[in-house]
């Protein structure tokens, strides 16, 4: 049986640098220190969260992403706001927190259509240049597994202060193509749990945005 759980954030945390997962995620002896960015990000969820399931009024500070959400909320079928799924290591739907879990991802909303289904993931960047639709595609294929009457997802990267929505379509049949490359990807993470080598992996966050300071490659203040 697998030894790892995994997420779509945490592998790829993992793949930006194997050390600073270990520190993070396993030996758990630093933390990444709490951002504004973050907790912005934390902020805008909960409302359209709110908004969407309970029709909650958006803050006035906020309203500009009010046609997007409400564009959403009129959509019909039945809509599942953060809704936590989990998947076994032989793609079984499980509960998030069961114990035989080996993925864990959370759709900010789903919307269930018969046999489509739509899924949502809010974004507060002010562009959508970079948008990335993996984690989409990951959440499409757990779609798959929990709700087996839907065999096809629209998806889209809600980019609510641009003004923008990035589309992708997933169905049901790609599903055996679309799992080999994340087992690819999960198989190097779990060769680094079995054989307790995490190699660190220089990259932008080495410029004093990691918390592992005691890296020989952290270009950060390390007695600040």
């Given amino acids: 049986m697998s030894k790892v759980v995994?997420?779509?954030?945490?592998?790829?945390?993992?793949?930006?640098?194997?050390?600073?997962?270990?520190?993070?995620?396993?030996?758990?002896?630093?933390?990444?220190?709490?951002?504004?960015?973050?907790?912005?990000?934390?902020?805008?969820?909960?409302?359209?969260?709110?908004?969407?399931?309970?029709g909650t009024p958006i803050p006035e500070k906020h309203k500009?992403?009010?046609?997007?959400?409400?564009?959403?909320?009129a959509m019909s079928g039945e809509k599942?706001?953060?809704?936590?799924?989990?998947?076994?290591?032989?793609?079984?739907?499980c509960g998030f927190f069961d114990r035989g879990v080996w993925w864990r991802g959370i759709a900010d909303l789903i919307i269930l259509q018969d046999d489509v289904a739509l899924t949502v993931d809010y974004k507060t960047g002010k562009s959508s240049k970079y948008a990335d639709m993996k984690q989409l595609e990951l959440l499409s294929l757990a779609i798959f597994k929990h709700f087996p009457q839907v065999k096809k997802v629209k998806a889209g990267l809600a980019f609510l202060f641009a003004?923008?929505?990035?589309?992708?379509?997933?169905?049901?049949?790609?599903?055996?193509?679309?799992?080999?490359?994340?087992?690819?990807?999960?198989?190097?993470?779990?060769?680094?749990?079995?054989?307790?080598?995490?190699?660190?992996?220089?990259?932008?966050?080495?410029?004093?945005?990691?918390?592992v300071v005691e890296c020989v490659h952290n270009q950060g203040d390390r007695n600040g």
Avoid at 12 to 19: F, G, H, I, S
Avoid at 21 to 35: E, F, G, I, N, R
């Fill in 64 to 73: 500009q992403i009010e046609p997007a959400l409400e564009a959403l909320r």
């Fill in 80 to 93: 599942l706001c953060e809704n936590k799924l989990g998947l076994t290591a032989d793609l079984k739907p």
């Fill in 6 to 54: 995994w997420s779509y954030s945490s592998l790829a945390l993992y793949q930006q640098c194997p050390k600073k997962y270990y520190h993070l995620k396993v030996a758990k002896d630093v933390k990444d220190p709490p951002s504004e960015a973050i907790a912005f990000g934390n902020e805008i969820h909960k409302i359209a969260e709110n908004y969407v399931s309970k």
């Fill in 163 to 211: 003004d923008d929505f990035v589309r992708a379509e997933f169905h049901v049949d790609q599903q055996k193509t679309l799992w080999g490359s994340w087992f690819s990807d999960v198989g190097q993470l779990e060769q680094s749990i079995q054989s307790e080598v995490w190699n660190a992996k220089p990259n932008f966050t080495c410029r004093g945005y990691c918390p």
